[in-house]
């Protein structure tokens, strides 16, 4: 998928998110890599044969205090190549993922942990008509 395309889907998950969400978010940057860098799957601990689609690297909303003024931008980096092998050539499958993954880390920011976001994916699969 072209990158622009690609910067579109990312674009549109975060616009999908509920208003006060997005009026929420603070200091935060959103970009695109083409995959994760060795490092960057250490740091998580994303084993050999994982792959990484997303991460987010910060400091949670719940966890900034009256101390937390000047600190560089949250980042959250969605991995392009990552979520296409995923998707395989599907558009739908794309679109789905793309959201997935950006509603995840944007959960991170929020001071969501892995677990609680993976209850919170399970029950809206479940909720699907």
Known sequence: MRREAFENLVAEAVAALPR???D??????IVIERRPRH????EVGIKR????LGLYEGIPLI???SGY???LPDKITIFQRSIEMFADGDPEKM??????VVWHEIGHHFGLSDAELH???DERKHKKP
Do not use: P
Request: aromatic letters at 0%; charged letters at 40%; zero cysteines.
């Open 24 to 29: 929420a978010m603070k200091n935060v940057d």
């Open 69 to 71: 003024s000047g600190a």
């Open 20 to 22: 006060r969400m997005r």
């Open 119 to 121: 209850a919170l994916e």
């Open 39 to 42: 490092k960057n799957s250490g």
């Open 49 to 52: 044969g994982e792959v990484l």
């Open 95 to 100: 679109t789905e993922l793309v959201r997935e």
């Open 63 to 65: 966890n900034r205090d």
